[in-house]
C-alpha cells in the first residue's frame, strides 16, 4: 500500500517568507509525527498529533513554527518568516496507535528538504 | 529514555553477515530496542525491533544480551542496497518521540 507521501520535495524561498510543508500519512494511522534533520546533524523531533490534536509540540523550536491536522489526516507544517538556520529536511512519520506507545512502529516519509536563502 | 552508543562507522564485504553493535546499558525494563537505517537522502526505515527476546524478520536478525545493556544488529547476507546510517533507538512507552543518536555509517564493498 502507499506509504507517508511529503510535498512538496524540495522548496527553495528567501529568509522572511513563510512556507508549508505537507504530509499525507498512511491510510488509517492515527498518529503522525514531525521531525527535521539538518545538515549534518541527527533527527530532532518536533511535534506528534494523536488525532488532529497535538499533545506534544515540544520539539518546535520557535513560535515561528506550528502545525496542524484536519480529519485525522494530512498534516500541514508551517514556518513563517524563515530564517537560513531553517534550512534542513523535514520528515514526516506515521503509525497506528497500540496500547503501548513502544509498539508503535513509525513508518517515514522521503521528507521536504527546505532551502531558506 | 536510555542513552544508546554506537561505533561511527563499520564496514563489510557484500555477501557477508554485518554485524552492527549498540551498548544500551541504562535501559530500563519497559524500553524497547529499535533498529531504523537511513539510505542516502531518503527518510528512515524501520527494521525491527525487540524487548528482551532475540527477533527475526525478513531484513534482519536482532540479539538482546540476557542483561539487555547491549544489542546486535545482524543482516545475514549485507548487499550493496545495505550501505547507510544504521541508527539503534531505546523507546519506552511513556515516550512519543524517536531519539535519533548519531548511529553506524555501513558501508558494504562489493
Known amino acids: 500500500g502507499a506509504g507517508v507521501s511529503q510535498s512538496p520535495s524540495n522548496k527553495v524561498t528567501e529568509k522572511g517568507k513563510d512556507v508549508e510543508l505537507r504530509c499525507d500519512p498512511i491510510s488509517g494511522h492515527t498518529a503522525l509525527y514531525w521531525y527535521r534533520q539538518s545538515l549534518g546533524q541527527g533527527l530532532e523531533f518536533l511535534i506528534y498529533?494523536?488525532?488532529?490534536?497535538?499533545?506534544?509540540k515540544s520539539g518546535l523550536p520557535s513560535d515561528r513554527f506550528s502545525a496542524e491536522r484536519t480529519g485525522g489526516s494530512v498534516s500541514t507544517l508551517t514556518i513563517q518568516r524563515t530564517q537560513q538556520e531553517d534550512s534542513a529536511v523535514y520528515l514526516c512519520a506515521s503509525s497506528l496507535d497500540y496500547g503501548g506507545l513502544a509498539k508503535n512502529i513509525q513508518y517515514f516519509g522521503a521528507g521536504t528538504r527546505l532551502s531558506v536563502l | 529514555d536510555a542513552k544508546t552508543t554506537q561505533p561511527p562507522s563499520m564496514d563489510c564485504a557484500e555477501g557477508r553477515a554485518a554485524n552492527l553493535p549498540c551498548n544500551h546499558s541504562t535501559i530500563s525494563g519497559n524500553e524497547y530496542v529499535y533498529w531504523y537505517r537511513q539510505i542516502h537522502s531518503q527518510g528512515p526505515q524501520y527494521i525491527i525491533h525487540?524487548?528482551?527476546n532475540n527477533e527475526t524478520n525478513e531484513m534482519a536478525s536482532l540479539i538482546i544480551t540476557e542483561d539487555r545493556k547491549s544489542s546486535t544488529l545482524i543482516l545475514p547476507h549485507a548487499t550493496l542496497r545495505d550501505t547507510a546510517v544504521y541508527y539503534c533507538?531505546?523507546?519506552?512507552?511513556?515516550?512519543?518521540?524517536?531519539?535519533f543518536g548519531s548511529g553506524t555509517r555501513l558501508l558494504v564493498r562489493p
Open positions: 533507538i531505546v523507546r519506552s512507552d511513556s515516550s512519543y518521540k524517536l531519539i
Open positions: 498529533f494523536q488525532g488532529n490534536s497535538a499533545p506534544d
Open positions: 525487540g524487548l528482551k
